[in-house]
T-cell receptor, first 118, second 116 residues
Framework: EPEVTQTPSHQVTQMGQEVILRCVPISNHLYFYWYRQILGQKVEFLVSFYNNEISEKSEIFDDQFSVERPDGSNFTLKIRSTKLEDSAMYFC????????????????FGPGTRLTVL | AQSVTQLGSHVSVSEGALVLLRCNYSSSVPPYLFWYVQYPNQGLQLLLKYTSAATLVKGINGFEAEFKKSETSFHLTKPSAHMSDAAEYFCAVSDRSGGGADGLTFGKGTHLIIQP
């Protein structure tokens, strides 16, 4: 069964450093997403990506963050100048596309990357 | 704006007992509602989704949920808990179909503990 994969599973970095979190969405999916979950808090939407550009982003997704689809399979989240409060689990998700009317489409999630900023 | 409230960060039930996980939502438009489950060290897996076709929705692993507009609720139930049901459960809402550009809005999650 196809699945979303993410690497690394755990990333430790020093405050101020840049990190790149990697995701391989399901191959025929068109929409890609990043979410994060700070320990003990809600899963929060960061950004969605379609047709090689950002579709929607939340207020969390500021200039510190960027996303890219560098090739036909990978989808990355770059966090520049990391801060302590960026420590969280980051989930990548993908879906087939936009459902019309009541055709609700499922988002498939990866296992997450735990980012620890020291 | 939409939001989700999951009552109870931890719920403990005995094996074979009824499972009830509560979810209340707030949405300015008719919502699309989802329940996801997360097993340790794994991603979020869709249990079931509400599409307005039927208020009682059946999902995988014997779970079901009932949409009650008057109560703005979408509680998750299972008649008989199994040890393998121990996991984190997330309720989520979207004002779109869930597969488009808009992200899902999640609750804080409920950790389900199954007592032998």
């Amino acid at each position: 069964e196809p699945e979303v994969t993410q690497t690394p599973s755990h990333q430790v970095t020093q405050m101020g450093q840049e990190v790149i979190l990697r995701c391989v969405p399901i191959s025929n999916h068109l929409y890609f997403y990043w979410y994060r979950q700070i320990l003990g808090q809600k899963v929060e939407f960061l950004v969605s990506f379609y047709n090689n550009e950002i579709s929607e982003k939340s207020e969390i997704f500021d200039d510190q963050f960027s996303v890219e689809r560098p090739d036909g399979s990978n989808f990355t989240l770059k966090i520049r100048s990391t801060k302590l409060e960026d420590s969280a689990m980051y989930f990548c998700a993908s879906s087939e596309g936009y459902g019309r009317g009541r055709n609700v489409v499922e988002q498939f999630f990866g296992p997450g990357t735990r980012l620890t900023v020291l | 704006a939409q939001s989700v409230t999951q009552l109870g960060s931890h719920v403990s039930v005995s094996e074979g007992a009824l499972v009830l996980l509560r979810c209340n939502y707030s949405s300015s438009v008719p919502p699309y509602l989802f329940w996801y489950v997360q097993y340790p060290n794994q991603g979020l897996q869709l249990l079931l989704k509400y599409t307005s076709a039927a208020t009682l929705v059946k999902g995988i692993n014997g779970f079901e949920a009932e949409f009650k507009k008057s109560e703005t609720s979408f509680h998750l139930t299972k008649p008989s808990a199994h040890m393998s049901d121990a996991a984190e459960y997330f309720c989520a809402v979207s004002d779109r179909s869930g597969g488009g550009a808009d992200g899902l809005t999640f609750g804080k999650g409920t950790h389900l503990i199954i007592q032998p």
